[in-house]
């Protein structure tokens, strides 16, 4: 990173490390669900001069004073915004390209777990089960410890709606963007990220390989983040007609499901699934106990 310059650029000066606040014009409202990186882009550089100029000068106080390059772009946002982007573009290049497939299926994971929290439990348990900060009364949604410099938010000074946002790269607590019209954001820590850059296991409960097959069981053990017949066939070795074939049988079972994310389908667990692999882990002969055999004879 230091060799691309990218430490004493653009973004350096913009997302300083010491300071607790970003500009909100770098994180716009996205478009829908998975944005692409030139909608995102094209979003920034089309940010209004005097937000731009805004958030700027809030940055400002933070920091104390705005370093010669801020400077240039409080006086010419539109003409700098460009050079910004293209230092984002090229962050993107070489710090998170070659890592996104793992960081989206761990974010798709986390907003289809939302999204079956919400249909099964309701509101009041997906935004409480966010972080121990969150409380939700049925009325209003608090923040704890209180903001207390930030005055109280309506419905109708937000914005419509409120955006869920997942984070990979947050380890705790969550943060908020607030920038009307565009609608508030709450930016939390999503479920799994400590375990991103681990090894996963392809090791099924061996309770389990009996009863499912062994090329069933491997696959349900490898959903615990939603993913695709082809990454699910390239994790775990098997084709991609029989790992086809057999979340055919997982679906038709009720173990799992499909969700289409742009052109790409993801399987996930299903809530009988994750039960069902409790049970395997907790019974004598699954991964929590010894193996319950009869006297004089070995597995069979």
């Known amino acids: 990173m230091a060799a691309s310059g990218l430490d004493r650029g653009w973004l350096a000066e913009l997302i300083p490390a010491a300071s607790r606040y970003a500009p909100d014009f770098l994180t716009p409202a996205p478009s829908g669900p998975a944005p692409a990186l030139e909608q995102e882009l094209a979003a920034v550089t089309a940010t209004p001069a005097d937000r731009v100029r805004r958030d700027l000068e809030h940055l400002g106080q933070h920091q104390g004073r705005l370093g010669p390059r801020l400077r240039a772009l409080h006086a010419d ?3 700098r915004l460009a050079r ?16 996104w497939a793992r960081i989206r299926a761990l974010l ?29 009364d049925g009325v209003a949604l608090r923040l704890a410890p209180a903001r207390s410099r930030q005055r109280a938010l309506s419905r109708e000074a937000a914005g419509p709606g409120l955006l869920l946002i997942p984070s990979a790269f947050k380890a705790s607590g969550l943060s908020t963007r607030v920038a009307p019209p565009d609608p508030p954001q709450l930016v939390y820590p999503a479920r799994g990220a400590g375990s ?10 061996a309770a389990l390989a009996v009863v499912l097959g062994r090329s069933r069981s491997t696959l349900l053990a490898e959903l615990d983040s939603p993913a695709s017949t082809t990454e699910l066939a390239d994790r775990t070795g098997l084709s991609p007609a029989r790992v086809s074939q057999c979340l055919t049988a997982l679906r038709d079972a009720g173990l799992a499901s499909a969700h289409r994310a742009g ?12 039960a069902l692999l409790a049970a395997a882990a907790e019974a004598p002969g699954g991964a929590g106990g010894r193996p319950n055999q009869a006297p004089g004879r070995g597995p069979g």
């Open 84 to 99: 910004v982007a293209e230092e984002a573009a090229a962050f993107w290049e070489l710090a998170l390209s070659p890592y």
């Open 108 to 136: 798709d994971a986390d907003v289809l777990y939302r999204a079956r929290q919400s249909a099964e439990h309701g509101a009041v348990r997906l935004l409480t089960d966010l972080d121990p900060q969150a409380d939700w």
């Open 196 to 205: 991103l850059w681990e090894t996963r296991s392809r090791t099924a409960s």
């Open 77 to 79: 946002p539109r003409g």
């Open 263 to 274: 052109r790409t389908v993801l399987y996930a667990r299903t809530t009988a699934a994750e």
